[in-house]
């Protein structure tokens, strides 16, 4: 080919391996399907944050196996819309909504109560519920809201429901972390933003809560019959960065935006992001992994700071002491 012909299909030949590459990408990202069958007729199950996103997709899904499927959400309305749905698009009627604001302990307490009393089985709690990238605000009871909301509401509602979900063994506890998690440290003496504050920061400690709640769970129930697990669903195309525009502000928020909506056709979509979820839900033979962190179905490699045992021991210690909590 001579140099003039070549330059003359050098932009398509670009043009086709930034497609191909975008493809490939969007292919990576977006990851697998939960390959599991499992039926789940009989079981109960609950999703935090569970109106909209990756909770309203996991919980459809379980309600399509057969599920009882309680959301539990902080915006009743929008709880009973989205259980009404569901109950719509799977035929399965056993699917309510349930009244939970993580973001205060006597709303934790209140739902897990209910449950306590009202509800004969618990098979699979999936953690779910979160808030990102926030303004520094405090919860109920004085907590800064990620960490509070993240993961001292989740510690506290799986504390109250695990002699539930003991007695309904083998069962499952979710929790959904994120690869953001890599990116911090647990600073026990910043927990509630006492020294600085980054909302950035704030959420990636939360979520290695999350990771590192998950696996002292599962050594402290070794045996049980409770298996514990954590996820990442990866980059998911929700709401939960609603807070950006205000934590930003509108000259930062202007890029960051324009960002999100080139990024919208590769990220997953809400069904894909919960594939993890369900996976860790419903697939069999998971309870040799308990304690083990998740992504894409299958079991991955988490943060080295994500499996220092001396450090959930210590974590799970304090957030029993700060949700009021006797060892």
Excluded at 172 to 189: E, K, L, P, Y
Excluded at 313 to 321: F, G, I
Aim: aromatic share 6%; proline share 5%.
């Amino acid at each position: 080919m001579a140099p003039t012909e070549f330059l003359s299909v050098l932009p398509y030949v670009a043009a086709a391996g930034v497609f191909a590459g975008l493809y490939l990408l969007r292919r990576h990202v977006r990851g697998q399907d939960c390959r599991s069958d499992a039926r789940l007729d009989g079981k109960t199950a609950i999703v935090t944050g569970a109106n909209s996103g990756i909770g309203r997709a996991a919980a459809q899904e379980l309600a399509a196996r057969g599920a009882r499927v309680i959301l539990a959400c902080r915006d009743m309305t929008k709880a009973e819309t989205a259980a009404s749905d569901i109950r719509q698009a799977t035929g399965n009627g056993n699917v309510v909504a349930g009244k939970l604001d993580l973001s205060s302990l006597a709303s934790v307490r209140e739902f897990a109560d209910h449950v306590n009393r009202e509800e004969e089985r618990l098979d699979i709690l999936i953690n779910n519920a979160g808030v990102m990238w926030c303004p520094k605000q405090y919860t109920a009871d004085g907590f800064e809201l990620q960490f509070g909301v993240n993961h001292l509401g989740h510690f506290l509602l799986t504390h109250l429901l695990l002699d539930l979900l003991t007695c309904s063994a083998p069962s499952r506890v979710v929790t959904v972390s994120a690869v953001g998690h890599a990116h911090a440290n647990i600073d026990f003496d910043n927990l509630n933003g006492e020294k600085s504050y980054s909302p950035f920061q704030a959420n990636f400690q939360s979520k290695l809560a999350n990771a590192l709640f998950s696996r002292e769970l599962a050594r402290r129930t070794r045996g049980t019959g409770v298996t514990a697990l954590s996820l990442d669903p990866g980059p998911v195309r929700t709401d939960i960065a609603r807070h950006m525009p205000t934590t930003l502000g509108p000259v930062l928020y202007a890029p960051f935006w324009l960002v999100m909506q080139l990024i919208q056709p590769i990220v997953k979509t809400p069904r894909q992001g919960a594939q993890t979820v369900v996976h860790c839900a419903v697939a069999e033979g998971l309870e040799e992994c308990s304690g083990m962190y998740f992504s894409n179905c299958a079991p991955a490699e988490p943060a080295p700071q994500a499996k220092d045992d001396a450090v959930a021991k210590r974590l799970w210690e304090v957030s029993e002491a700060m949700v009021g909590i006797r060892s």
